[in-house]
């Protein structure tokens, strides 16, 4: 079975400061990993993604996140963040099955950036 | 634009009441998903399907009915027997079979149910 860990409910963090938000994933198979942001009452948003190829994968607002197979980690970046950036974070991993593509998620880490 | 309209965003209804909540989608996407979330708990999946016609059961269908009549459209009942329906349902959707593109799901912008 495959699970992903968010072991950080909330960060709080200020402005301009770098954060970490760690993602911890367990899998026997070919592994796909995803990082969403889900803004206050909002869908989720796709942040990055890792599919196969660099294991550093960026994302066009600065975030970054790099898989590491031997830590089976997937922990998400930003060595500057704004008050834009407060909103929960959310790590999945994909299963891929005959009868369809299933995401399991974590259970999000809420970043709070202040002033 | 492209992209999934969930329909109303926030409903109410009584306890012992069934609901149905809309997800409709013009992204030509073969696949579509529903997804409860909890505070604390993350995304779980409710059902899924590759097909129109045919769905799945995810990790937490009992007390939700579901149906694919239209490839844009995978409409959500919460029943009465849904012990705890109160949670913010998200719908998605994904592209099938074209590699590393199907892996991606596109999520709509959600719909907060309150049962009382």
């Known amino acids: 079975a495959q699970s992903v860990t968010q072991l950080d409910s909330q960060v709080p963090v200020f402005e301009e400061a770098p954060v970490e938000l760690r993602c911890n994933y367990s899998?026997?198979?070919?592994?796909?990993l995803f990082w969403y942001v889900q803004y206050p009452n909002q869908g989720l948003q796709l942040l990055l993604k890792?599919?196969?190829?660099?294991?550093l994968v960026e994302s066009i607002n600065g975030f970054e996140a790099e898989f590491n197979k031997s830590q089976t980690s997937f922990h998400l970046r930003k060595p500057s963040v704004h008050i834009s950036d407060t909103a929960e974070y959310f790590c999945?991993?994909?299963?891929?099955?005959?009868?369809?593509?299933?995401?399991?998620f974590g259970t999000g880490t809420q970043l709070k950036v202040e002033l | 634009d492209g992209g999934i309209t969930q329909s109303p965003k926030y409903l109410f209804r009584k306890e012992g009441q069934n609901v149905t909540l809309s997800c409709e989608q013009n992204?030509?996407?073969?696949?579509m998903y529903w997804y409860r979330q909890d505070p604390g708990q993350g995304l779980r999946l409710i059902y899924y399907?590759?097909?129109?016609?045919?769905?799945q059961k995810g990790d937490i269908a009992e007390g939700y009915s579901v149906s694919r009549e239209k490839k844009e459209s995978f409409p959500l009942t919460v029943t009465s027997a849904q012990k705890n329906p109160t949670a913010f349902y998200l719908c998605?959707?994904?592209?099938?079979?074209?590699?590393?593109?199907?892996?991606?799901?596109?999520f709509g912008p959600g719909t907060r149910l309150t049962v009382t």
């Open positions: 998605a959707s994904s592209m099938v079979g074209v590699g590393l593109s199907s892996y991606e799901q596109y």
């Open positions: 899998s026997s198979v070919s592994v796909y």
């Open positions: 890792y599919l196969s190829g660099s294991t």
């Open positions: 999945a991993v994909l299963i891929l099955t005959g009868g369809g593509n299933k995401l399991t």
């Open positions: 992204l030509n996407h073969d696949a």
């Open positions: 399907s590759q097909i129109v016609n045919d769905f």
